[in-house]
């Protein structure tokens, strides 16, 4: 098992980032490739996937949302995309804290997620979450004044809200949101109206 890689970014695409370590170019899908910088001497954490037919690396930037992956994957109906899909839409606070509330309409706000799905992930992950104590994470982040939901997962939710106001459908939606968001820089805090801006340029693109 591959856990940690550690090398120079050589090149970004779509759905991955092209790591280089020992002479050997390693392909790791992640969100937001856009926001490694290429050239860049970089640390990803990583849990490789074997098959039949293939072998596959997803890579994270902390350790901690690459063993929430972990857990997604214990669930039942869950595969890698997917998986990767809901630990890039928020913090794992934000996603800890909704699961541990069975706050369905939360999770179902995430791409890829409807109801059934949302309904497996409480049922097995809410307690393993705690036995495995994530519980402390949500407390850690209130002692410190944080809010267990993130503010980019409300501000996600809401920019798709507002695209389906002006006539998009939920699909249509998600992916335009999704697209601005890979728009914006690393050191960026959008505010609404400006994430909604950004995914009407986009959609008008197409």
Not at 11 to 37: A, K, N, S
Not at 174 to 200: K, V
Request: charged letters at 30%.
């Amino acid at each position: 098992m591959i856990d940690l890689i550690q090398g120079n970014l050589v090149y970004r695409e779509m759905e991955y980032i092209v790591v280089q370590t020992g002479g050997i170019g390693y392909r790791i899908f992640c969100t937001d490739p856009f926001l490694w910088e290429e050239g860049s001497e970089v640390q990803v954490y990583t849990h490789q996937v074997v098959r039949e037919d293939a072998q596959y690396l997803y890579g994270f930037r902390d350790m901690q949302v690459r063993d929430l992956f972990r857990l997604l994957l214990e669930v039942s109906g869950i595969g890698p995309k997917v998986a990767l899909s809901i630990t890039g839409a928020g913090s794992p606070v934000a996603l800890v804290d909704a699961i541990q509330r069975e706050d369905l309409r939360f999770l179902t706000k995430i791409p890829g997620i409807g109801k059934k799905t949302g309904q497996r992930i409480i049922l097995d992950l809410k307690d393993k979450l705690e036995k495995k104590g994530w519980n402390r994470l949500i407390f850690d982040s209130e002692l410190q004044g944080d809010s267990p939901v993130s503010e980019g997962n409300r501000t996600f939710s809401e920019v798709i809200d507002a695209l389906k106001a002006l006539g998009y459908n939920e699909e249509e939606a998600e992916d335009a949101t999704r697209q601005a968001q890979e728009q914006f820089l690393s050191t960026e805090e959008p505010g609404l109206d400006e994430w909604i801006r950004r995914a009407l340029q986009v959609s008008m693109k197409r």
